[in-house]
């Protein structure tokens, strides 16, 4: 009998901790089988942020380093000086990479660091129950804007496909979502071409994933696909920032 | 013995590293300590080192994580402010258990400060500086020669136990000139790396580096490892300079570049019939207690001499124990204590005592 699906190589055996619907869970699958479809697991080494996803390095199979909140990209830069030859990625949230680390990401993708980040934005912050991230929407709910996001008081969302993407060193930048088959397929195909990038050498490649976090937003796991489609997708464009048509 | 030069405490430091077989480097900007940079800019790409000008002493720092999780001997340096921002990563180190080496250049606080010399930060690097319960070997050279030989040893102590270790010296041996001889060959100490994040290869487990535990049990489990790797630096890398102690009436604790001018003011005072000897810590942690202990019924009492308001003091108050009066004479600012003043300090206690 012929095995059509199964759990990637990359992916350890074990249940994930995130929530119910938690599209977390769909990403790591995605990066699990782009290591595996680039046979790259021996040679790879990941970095886990400070977020919801701070312990993924006990599903990912490659060597793994935890970073404090937001430093992921310095860590990840450390490692990849010293093993050059090695596949480097970093996965982050929207507090880590887009408030707290926002130096960090910004220099390392400025340098072209030969490095992949996977950048999560789930418009809030999950681990530390649902307060403000620099992602959240004009007018959305979180338990640190009861009243909802206002500019006035609170800045914008900040879009950080636009801004990386900005930067000289950063030669593959693209924005996609998991909101349905479909999105989660093209997904897949931006975080290996940012892995092939790094592995071409063409410099830092970055994939801005739009995700779900339905225990904070308050939505079951189905409402809170439609939510990401109605209200984040329009703000955030989905599609190719930078390096499109790069030669990998 | 090989190589006599005369070089500047920074270059040194730079030139001991790379004599280490450090090849990578992480820094930011600051004054007094920025020659190490300058240094390494120009050394590095002949001989294959990595060397980023971060974009902040955070970065810096956590590109040190990173690089000695990936196995290399890397050092990173600054100066008070900058070594302040540092104090989140040292503590990732510590958790992590990496070994990484740490420069400061120690100006004087608080805030922006003053660029001149001071120990100030004695609080901060022995005591912790970072959250949680961690220490990190603290090593502080006063002379230029000393200045390279634990530089190089700072390494092999990281290595040794993964840990943090940190060179603390003030601008004046940053800044200063003396000979120094470089011996022909470093003796470099091989450590077992297979902890390192170097990929699988898939030919073994994945390795982790990490500092969150979230099961309590586990926790304690590290903290009680790196408490009990704590208590074996304690007995077996202390190190300590004792001068003139046998016999002495009084004895000053000094560190770094004040220890110089306390052995001047040590002949000073012999002249006037007083004996006083001095104990240099080298090691500021693991603090040389026994040596304290050993001299602790001194006939009149103790002084220590600090570029500081008063931190050794505590421990070697600690040290003591009750035993003898501990005074303290410092200057703060980036003012240095003239032979005179400490002088003046000496015959006054000498003249209670009796
Ligand atoms: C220095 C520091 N500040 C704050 C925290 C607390 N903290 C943990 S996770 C987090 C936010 C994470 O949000 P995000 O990056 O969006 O990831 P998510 O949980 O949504 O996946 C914060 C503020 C911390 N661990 N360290
Ligand atoms: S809190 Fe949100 S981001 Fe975190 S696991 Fe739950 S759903 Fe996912």
């Known amino acids: ?39 790259i697991e021996g040679i790879t080494i990941g970095v886990s942020p400070v ?38 990625f970093t996965y982050q949230g929207d507090g880590d990479l887009a408030a707290i680390g926002t130096a960090e990401i910004i220099h390392a993708a400025n340098r072209g660091e030969k490095i992949t980040t996977i950048f999560i934005n789930n418009a809030i912050y999950g681990m ?58 093209n997904t897949k195909r931006a975080i290996k071409k940012a892995f092939q990038v790094q592995m071409a050498g063409k410099g830092f490649s970055l994939v801005e994933v739009l995700s779900t976090c339905p225990t904070n937003w308050g939505l079951d796991p189905v409402e809170a696909l439609q939510w990401l489609k109605d209200n984040m997708e329009p703000f955030y464009r989905l599609g190719n920032f930078k390096g499109k048509d790069l030669e990998v | 013995m090989g190589e006599k030069l005369l070089m500047k405490g920074n270059e040194v430091i730079a030139e001991a590293a790379i004599r280490a077989g450090c090849r990578y480097y992480f820094g930011y900007p600051i004054t007094p300590q920025t020659e190490i940079m300058h240094y390494i ?28 999780a990936a196995g290399a001997r890397v050092m990173t340096s600054s100066s008070s402010p900058g070594i302040s921002l540092k104090q989140e990563g040292l503590s990732y180190i510590a958790g992590a258990e990496l070994p990484a080496v740490i420069v400061n250049i120690v100006r004087c606080g608080p805030g922006l400060g003053g660029i001149l010399p001071s120990q100030g930060d004695y609080f901060q690097a022995v005591k912790g500086g970072g959250h949680g319960d961690y220490k990190m070997v603290v090593l502080a050279p006063s002379s230029i020669q000393e200045l390279y030989e634990l530089t190089v ?45 170097t990929g699988t290869r898939m030919e073994r487990e994945h390795n982790v580096i990490t500092s969150i535990y979230i099961d309590p049990e586990v926790l304690e489990d590290l903290n009680n490892r790196l408490q009990a790797k704590y208590r074996i630096i304690e007995q077996r890398e202390v190190r300590v300079e004792t001068y003139n102690c046998d016999g002495a009436d009084i004895i000053v604790s000094a560190f770094g570049t004040v220890a110089r001018i306390v052995k001047n003011v040590i002949r000073m005072a012999e002249k006037e019939g007083i004996r006083v ?12 207690t026994e040596t304290f202990r050993k001299y602790a019924e001194v006939p009149a009492a103790f002084l220590s001499v600090e570029l500081n308001a008063g931190q050794m003091v505590e421990d070697v108050r600690l040290a003591v124990n009750g035993k003898r009066e501990v005074y303290f004479y410092g200057r703060t600012g980036g003012m240095i204590p003239t032979q005179k003043e400490i002088l003046d300090k000496i015959r006054e206690i000498y003249k209670n005592s009796r």
């Open chain 1, 1 to 39: 009998m012929a095995i059509v699906f199964q759990r990637p190589h990359a992916l350890k055996e074990k249940p994930l901790h995130y929530c119910p619907g938690c599209t977390h869970g769909i990403v790591h699958r995605l990066v699990a089988e782009v290591i595996d479809e680039l046979g």
């Open chain 1, 51 to 88: 977020g919801c996803a701070y312990n993924n390095y006990e599903y990912f199979e490659c060597d793994m380093v935890q970073a404090a909140h937001g430093r992921a990209p310095a860590v990840a830069t450390g490692i990849k000086r010293v093993h050059p030859d090695k596949v480097v």
């Open chain 1, 128 to 185: 530390t129950s649902g307060q403000m991230a620099p992602t959240t929407l004009e007018g959305q709910v979180t338990t640190t804007t009861p009243f909802g996001r206002k500019p006035e008081l609170h800045g914008y969302p900040v879009r950080v496909c636009e801004m990386i993407s900005t930067l000289g060193g950063a030669v593959f930048v693209e924005r996609v979502s998991v909101c349905d088959i479909k999105n989660i397929n």
């Open chain 2, 41 to 68: 800019a120009k050394k590095f790409p002949s001989i294959g080192g990595t060397f980023i000008q971060a974009e902040s002493e955070v970065a810096a720092i956590n590109m040190v994580y990173g690089a000695a």
């Open chain 2, 153 to 197: 040893e700072a390494f092999n102590i990281a290595d040794r136990y993964r840990i943090a270790v940190m060179i603390m010296g003030d601008g004046t041996l940053g800044q200063m000139m003396e000979t120094v001889e470089f011996r022909d060959r470093e003796e470099i100490e091989e450590a077992d790396k297979s902890w390192a994040v």
């Open chain 2, 277 to 288: 000897g001095l104990i240099r810590p080298i090691t500021l942690w693991p603090f040389p």
